[in-house]
């Protein structure tokens, strides 16, 4: 199901800077916590980044600790992934969602791509 709209995305070298937006539903924005996932073919699903409802505490996965920015804005309904320094090894499908993943709130994900 897709609850969540997300923009952003793309193509980019080596080293550059994509960012990801994530808008819904203002209840959701001001009641749950939200996060960022990723897929690369052949893959399961894996938690990038998540922020709590109050914006207050983030969580970096170690892979993109440094590099992704996550932020978010519950009056304007939206969250952000900045992606700085992009590797090759970050070219996956991102999602953002609810992370507790039984209540299936997710967008429709978004292709990054980056090129050696």
């Known amino acids: 199901q897709v609850q969540l709209v997300q923009s952003g995305g793309g193509l980019v070298q080596a080293g550059g800077s994509l960012t990801l937006s994530c808008t819904g539903p203002?209840?959701?924005?001001?009641?749950?916590?939200l996060a960022w996932f990723r897929q690369a073919p052949g893959k399961g699903r894996e938690f990038v980044a998540g922020?709590?409802?109050?914006?207050?505490?983030?969580h970096y996965a170690d892979s993109v600790k440094g590099r992704f920015t996550a932020s978010r804005d519950n009056a304007k309904s939206t969250m952000w992934l900045q992606m700085d320094n992009l590797k090759p090894e970050d070219t996956a499908v991102y999602y953002c969602?609810?992370?507790?993943?039984?209540?299936?709130?997710w967008g429709q994900g978004t292709q990054v791509t980056v090129s050696s």
């Open positions: 203002e209840d959701i924005f001001k009641t749950y916590s």
């Open positions: 969602g609810v992370p507790d993943t039984k209540l299936n709130i």
């Open positions: 922020i709590a409802w109050t914006g207050g505490s983030i």
